[in-house]
């Protein structure tokens, strides 16, 4: 189970690619919907990790993302399926 400092990495670093002027706007949009997944106060830490990694997950196949946002988001994934 991922305990809150590993949390607090991963929200961090969708913040980092957020706020990333290089990745298109849809990518950013969604690491902020990924991150709006994970601060939800009213679900299973399990469950919110299933739902970011579903929407960051799609965003890995976007053919316009970036290599450098694209490794960024596999390796959150990596980090959220550990918390299942």
């Given at each position: 189970m991922a305990?809150?400092?590993?949390l607090k990495q991963i929200i961090d670093v969708l913040?980092?690619?957020?706020?990333d002027t290089s990745?298109?706007?849809n990518i950013r949009r969604g690491a902020?919907?990924?991150?709006?997944k994970l601060l939800k106060q009213d679900e299973a830490l399990d469950v919110k990790a299933a739902?970011?990694?579903?929407?960051?997950d799609e965003l890995a196949n976007d053919p316009n993302i970036p290599?450098?946002?694209r490794t960024l988001i596999w390796n959150i994934i990596s980090q959220l399926e550990m918390v299942k």
């Open positions: 305990d809150n400092s590993n913040d980092q690619l957020a706020d990745v298109p706007r902020n919907d990924a991150k709006d739902s970011a990694i579903f929407i960051l290599l450098h946002g």
